[in-house]
């Protein structure tokens, strides 16, 4: 059964930066897609950006040139690199993986950037 376990939020301040990891164990599937959503309180979760098996990226505009998503695949993690933070991204961040869909989920990670 795949598992994953997000790390690396916590209070930064508008501007800061910050780095979140989704490190999987259990891999027993094929896993073709990793992403990274968030939920902001009162607010559906939305996707904020994904990597593909073959290493192709894709962003949500809204953090668009600011954050970057990469992976390294021996150690299974995947990472999320969030730069010139906003007061808008605080927000609980979920990774997903999964073959055609995201079937698996970490139980996130709080992220607040403050004023």
């Known amino acids: 059964q795949v598992q994953l376990v997000e790390s690396g939020g916590g209070l930064v301040q508008a501007g800061g930066s910050l780095r979140l990891s989704c490190a999987a164990s259990g891999i027993d599937v094929e896993i073709n897609q990793v992403a990274w959503y968030r939920q902001a309180p009162g607010e559906q979760r939305e996707w904020v950006a994904s990597?593909?098996?073959?290493?192709?990226?894709r962003y949500a505009d809204s953090v668009k040139g600011r954050f970057t998503i990469s992976r390294n695949n021996a150690e299974n993690t995947v990472y999320l690199r969030m730069n010139s933070l906003k007061l808008e991204d605080t927000a609980v961040y979920y990774c997903?993986?999964?073959?055609?869909?995201?079937?698996?989920w970490g139980q996130g990670t709080q992220v607040t950037v403050s004023s």
């Open positions: 997903g993986a999964g073959r055609y869909d995201y079937d698996y």
């Open positions: 990597i593909m098996i073959a290493g192709n990226t």
